[in-house]
């Protein structure tokens, strides 16, 4: 069973605040990934990690910024949270042994509401 | 614009029956694909794959077929049980080592008892 968790669960939190949301796994994974969902639409990557001091943008362009300064751990910053950033935030972790073809293990995610 | 379709947000089985999900792509460099199941409040978790140098993978209950000349797959699942009741997602990638995953919008499959 996959070790992954990410906090909170859901948030809601007025326009202007910093928040972080928090990922981290157990399971020792190099590649780490934060996708974006929007209700009944697709995952988009907005950051992905190969692992400690490696990140990169991902597909979709998001405000938010990440850090991997050790190998479980992978939050996700916005500096000034806007209406625009609610959605839900997906973070996973993969081997890192086939690139995207690996099986990518999720947390349960981060409903984030911002009024 | 969308490079994985599933054109049916939602599909309802009798339990017992044949379930059967679809996914489009329009991508002709994407060579491998992948199925991740997603129940409410949980993160996705994966399914099932199929390599572009196949047409069929099996694993228990659930089969996916490749058409690549008509670039769709689909997604069996017999029998379906009330269990299976989630939303499914369709995921590509492309050879190159490339990390991202291009997902569909998911079909929500319900299965009566």
């Known amino acids: 069973e996959a070790d992954i968790y990410q906090t909170p669960r859901y948030l809601v939190i007025g326009t202007g605040k910093k928040i972080t949301l928090e990922c981290s796994q157990t399971?020792?994974?190099?590649?780490m990934y934060w996708y974006q969902q929007d209700p009944g639409m697709e995952l988009h990557l907005i950051h992905y990690?190969?692992?400690?001091?490696?990140?990169e943008k991902g597909d979709l362009s998001s405000e938010s910024t990440v850090s991997r300064i050790r190998t479980e751990h992978f939050p996700l910053t916005l500096e000034s949270a806007r209406p625009s950033h609610t959605s839900q935030y997906l973070c996973?972790?993969?081997?890192?042994?086939?690139?995207?073809?690996?099986?990518?293990?999720f947390g349960p995610g981060t409903r984030l509401t911002v009024l | 614009d969308q490079q994985v379709k599933q054109n049916s947000p939602s599909l309802s089985v009798q339990e017992g029956r044949i379930s059967i999900l679809n996914c489009d792509y329009t991508?002709?460099?994407?060579?491998?694909f992948l199925w991740y199941k997603k129940y409410p409040a949980e993160g996705p978790t994966f399914l099932i794959s199929?390599?572009?140098?196949?047409d069929k993978n099996e694993d228990g209950r659930f089969t996916v077929f490749l058409n690549k000349s008509a670039k769709h797959l689909s997604l069996h699942i017999v029998p379906s049980q009330p269990g299976d009741s989630a939303v499914y997602f369709c995921?590509?990638?492309?050879?190159?080592?490339?990390?991202?995953?291009?997902f569909g919008k998911g079909t929500k499959l319900t299965v009566n008892p």
């Open positions: 996973a972790s993969s081997p890192g042994l086939a690139g995207a073809r690996d099986t990518q293990y």
């Open positions: 399971m020792g994974h190099d590649k």
């Open positions: 990690s190969y692992g400690v001091n490696s990140t």
């Open positions: 991508n002709s460099m994407f060579d491998y």
């Open positions: 995921a590509a990638t492309m050879q190159g080592g490339s990390e991202k995953l291009v």
């Open positions: 199929i390599s572009s140098i196949k």
